[in-house]
């Protein structure tokens, strides 16, 4: 059996991450870490990944908490 390479998106905002995992055919499962609620323009990204099964993985989600000075 070929074992096939998981996309590597740890630290990549969860839209553009989930959906090169999906596009590698991987279905996802999401969890949140960090405070529940989204404050306005705080990004979610990636900050871990885990394989949990036959091309299923899941990815823990976090929102940013820097703020751009620019």
Do not use: N
């Amino acid at each position: 059996m070929m074992k096939f390479q998981i996309p590597d998106v740890i630290g990549y905002l969860y839209e553009e991450g989930a959906r090169l995992l999906q596009q590698a055919g991987y279905r996802i499962q999401i969890r949140f870490t960090g405070p529940l609620h989204q404050e306005p323009g705080k990004k979610a990204r990636i900050l871990r990944q885990r394989e949990i099964g036959e091309k299923k993985v899941e990815l823990i989600i976090g929102h940013e908490f820097y703020s751009d000075p620019a």
